[in-house]
């Protein structure tokens, strides 16, 4: 990692830098040392607990699985809304695909995912909306 941490310290100021490092599940305390502001994480991995590892000033982008592209539209939905909750405490979390769009992505499902996430709120639902007592 060092080679990164020298470039990304060039590059300090000039740009914000996302840092994936696909299949790197061990080591994100030393990705976050290399300065990037934003870690990308790929779908194998949870989210939240990648997070949790993190200090609140590196973000972390990621990770639907670019599969379930290939799927339903209900389920693209449901799957971007679990990660959009898992992630609703966190500050900084960018959402995307854990790795590209497949070739055999469904428009429908494409059209899901984005729907699903500019209409997803961060505020919290009244107990009123959720049912909850």
Do not use: Y
Request: proline share 8%.
């Amino acid at each position: 990692l060092r080679p990164v941490t020298r470039i990304i310290a060039a590059l300090r100021g000039r740009v914000p830098v996302i840092l994936f490092a696909r299949g790197a599940h061990e080591v994100w305390d030393s990705l976050a040392d290399t300065g990037a502001q934003v870690l990308g994480v790929d779908w194998t991995v949870s989210l939240a607990a990648v997070a949790r590892q993190l200090p609140a000033r590196v973000a972390v982008q990621g990770n639907l699985d670019p599969c379930l592209l290939t799927t339903s539209a209900p389920v693209v939905a449901r799957e971007t809304r679990r990660i959009l909750e898992a992630m609703r405490d966190r500050p900084g979390h960018i959402f995307n695909l854990g790795h590209g769009v497949p070739p055999t992505a469904k428009l429908e499902c494409i059209e899901s995912l984005v729907e699903t996430v500019q209409n997803f709120s961060t505020a919290r639902p009244a107990a009123a909306e959720t049912g909850s007592p």
